[in-house]
Every structure is written in structure tokens, then in C-alpha cells.
């Protein structure tokens, strides 16, 4: 993600005056629309409704930096009454903007070490094929994403790796299929790894507020990385097949050998990565959270023996902007559940959607995912895809009787999707704007359109199979039974049958399929009473132990009174 000020998509060809002659008459007419709809809505769901509007014209019709668009957006909440005060500030100390910070401290010793390229160099050796490097280059590049927060993060990272191996290819028309295909993976690797996005922490918090499973660092490695990982594997081939001639396929490639050995402290640093890495996947069987352990890993990379940089140095390389950004987003989201705004839209989707096809969990997954795979055409920052698509789109169609953790899942991975112009997204711009000629915007219309359909079918795949049962074991015992409620035929209408099965407070639970019951809620048993034999016994020892104190009280008091 990146909060730089990146032309949107669509608009990115037009003078900036248009683009901001059309964003006012747009706002106007959310304003007017949210404002005379039905009072089914609140007055609180129409304020966020409306200020949400505002951050996408913003996001979608201006050249603002979207960390501005965002700010502004939350701060209108608070000003307006929507959300109180208390909340915005609140969203700062969340466990996860502790996450992102240690893991930039984490990032930024790793880059300036040297270890990455060490590494990845000494990897690619023993291959001596394009193709074959390619691939390899391709699982090193997803490892990447856990522990490098941000796809931005990681595409500077590896910068100097591709700068590197593209002045060691044989052919000059490998460069293009080289720097195609950094920024293709680093994007769709993300949803491997929970610090892979911003995005993903969103997702976690809309999650854990909905009802749905509890997701830490494994439990999302083990949703996240087989959708992904096969992405990535498909979209190397699809490189390796459109834009590297025939008669390089196999040509031969001789790697040099990197200079000198890895130091000490480069060793000592791959040995803290590597125990970060294993407390964090068990995290499960210890019991420390992921952030307290990410939090200790930074403190100890900040001490001397691992790095010679000043701490001001490292700490300067925590983007605040991204932090900020992030935290804004997840307030606007959270304003949208708490006014109830996502109800009101559930209802109004129930109300156009034939209720056979909403309940149909292939329909709605399918859906999702091509909703959030188009969508950066209109929304360039992924972390505000996340925002807009999980609290309007993700949630309301969990209301029809979906898991909100496996919708959710849905809506962010699919927005790892976002290769079709420079602009989607920075890792992009990137490697597209070097100043040796990489790729141009029609590459990447040639790449993106196969690779739709190669990102999207492997996330329906799993999301139909492999996702209902994660997330089953993955949901404690205790959320099982307080998501379980009466569904009477008479509600079959409506996701929200009565006022009781949607509490005000954004921790509701939404109805899971197979949490559903659809018979009555049994007649609670009469409470016993206790014996009253019991109830005399206790009687008369505490009227026992009454009068001895008193009798002791007495006596103190008169060998007191004596003295």
C-alpha cells in the first residue's frame, strides 16, 4: 500500500480540473441521496454512509494523498457525532498498529544489513535456466511476506536483488519478464502472511467484531498461503509463456557467485528472524500474542550486536503515513457496523437479490471475489479497497447466512489483485519506472487479463473447500454457542430477523449456515431451589461466629478500658 499522490486508474489520463469538476457534483449527490432515503436508516448510519462516499471520491476522483482522504474522513465522524472521541483515539492503541511498528523496525535492520540479497543470490546458483530461476525466484519472493509488512516494504527490499540479476541475463529481453515478474508476486504472495498488507489486519479486526473464527499468524497462513502460492505459481507461468521468447526458454544462465561469506552479524540476524518465525507459528501452544513477540524481536534487532544504525536512524523508517492511514480506514469501517449501516444495506441487498441465489455460498463467494478483484479499477489504495468492500459489501452478504470470516477472506485476498495499470499499485510503478526500460502499461493489459481468472478461480477453489472447515476448528467453543440463534420460516425474508439477533454494538455475531437452527428456542427449565435445611445450617453458623466476635470485641474493649 502507498499513500503517495498516484493518479486513480480510470481518471489517470485526465486533466486534474475535470476529475475535480466531477468529484464535487458526486458528493453533492450522495449528500442528497443518503439524506432522503427511507428513516429505516438512522441518522448515525446516514453520516457514515455519506462520509464514506466522501473518502471514495476523494480516494477515486482526486489527487489528494489517500492517508489525507482517510484522516479527514475519521475526523468528520468524531466532529459529526457518528463515532465518539473516545474511539478515534482508541484505534491507535489497537494490538495491530503495534505490529506494523515493530515489524518496520524488524524491515528496516533487514534491509540495511544486506542479508536479503545475500541470501537470495546464493539461492539461485545451482540453476542455470531462466525458467527454473524464475520459479525459484518466485517462492523466495513470497517467503518475503512474513516478516516484510507492506508490499511497498517489500518492493524496495528486493530492488536491488532485481537490479542485480538483470545485469547478469544473457539477453536483454529477459528484463522484461524479470521486472514483471517482482511486483506480480510480491502482490499476490501478500495474502500468504498476516503482516503481508495492510489490508489484512483490517480484516482480522472486522472478523474478530463480527463473531466470526479467531485468526492469528498461522491460522491465516494456513487460509491465506495455498490461494496465494498457487497464484503465484500461475502467474510465473503466465509470464514465462507471454513474454519470454521461444528460443530463451532454455537458455543457458550463469549466476556469479556473491562476494564473501555471511558475517556475523548477518547470521546472528538470520537467527532472530528465524526464532520470530517459530514463535509466531506457535503462537497457538506458548500462548503470547503475535505482537508481543514481534515487539521483543524488534527490541532485540535494535540493540548493538545486531545493528550498528542509531535507533532515531531505524525509527525514521516506521511509515506513520501507512500507521495513520491504516487506522483511519479501520475507524471509517467501524463507523459503518456501529450505526448499523451494514444492516441497512444487508436489507437492501436482500430486498434486489433473489433470496435462492444469496443463500447459495458458490453464488456469493463468486460474487466477492469478482467485486474485489475489479475493484482497484476504481480504488487505487488497497487497504481503502478493504475499508469500502468488508463493512458494504463482505458483511451484508455474510448476513445471508455466511460465514463473515470466510466472506471477509474473500473481499482481501481478491484485492491482492491490482496488475492491470501503473498506477493499481506501487510495487508497480516501481519497477515499471525505472530508468532502464521494464515494462510499459501494455504489458500490462497483456498480463492482466489471463491473470484475473488465475488469481480469482484458486480463491474460489479453496474458499468452497478448504476455508469452511478451517474455520470451524478455528472458532473457539464459546463463539460456537453464542452464534447459534433461532432462524423461524417467518424470518426467511430478512438477515436480521429481530432486534435481539443484532445487537447495537459492533461485536454482534452474524449467522453462520451451519450455526443455524431452525427450530425454536427450547422453554428454559425452572431453576431449583436450594434445600432449606441448608440455608438454617448456614443461618445458624453465622449467627455462631457473630456472637463470638462480639464476645471478643467485648473482652478487648474492657482489658483496654482497664489499662
Known sequence: MTTLSLSPPLFRNWPLQQTEMMA????????????????TLSPGGRSALTITAFAVIGWTMTRLPDSLVAIAAALALVLTGTLPEDRLFASLGRDLVWLLVAAFVIASVLKSSGLMELLVARALLPFRSFISVAYVLTLLIACTAFFIPSTSGRAALLLPVFLALAAQLPDPRLIRPLALLFPTVILISAGGSLLGAGAHLIAVDAISQSGGATIGYLEWITLGLPASLLSCLLATALI????????LQNA???LQRPAGRLTTHQKRLAAVLVMLLGLWTTAGLHNISIVLIALAGALVLLSRPFTDRKTKEIFRDVDMELILYLTATIVIADAIIVTGADRWLADGMLSVLPETLARNRAVAIGFMTLTAVLSHLVITSRSARAAVLIPAVALPIAAFGHDPALIVMVAVLGTGFCQTMMASAKPVAIYGGLEQPTFDQRDLFRLAVPLMPAVAMPLVLVALTLWPWQLNLNTPAKDHMAAIVPLHPAAASTPYAT?????????????R????????????????????????????????VAREVRQSVGILGQKLGLR
Open 24 to 39: 464535487l457534483p458526486l458528493a453533492l449527490v450522495a449528500v442528497l441521496l443518503f439524506w432522503t432515503l427511507p428513516e
Open 240 to 247: 514465462l509463456w507471454l513474454f519470454v521468447p521461444p528460443d
Open 252 to 254: 543457458p544462465l550463469v
Open 499 to 511: 432486534s435481539d439477533l443484532v445487537p447495537s454494538s459492533s461485536s454482534r455475531p452474524v449467522l
Open 513 to 544: 449456515p451451519d450455526r443455524v437452527v431452525a427450530t425454536t428456542a427450547p422453554t428454559p427449565k425452572p431453576r431449583r431451589s436450594a434445600p432449606s435445611r441448608r440455608v438454617t445450617r448456614l443461618e445458624v453458623e453465622l449467627s455462631t
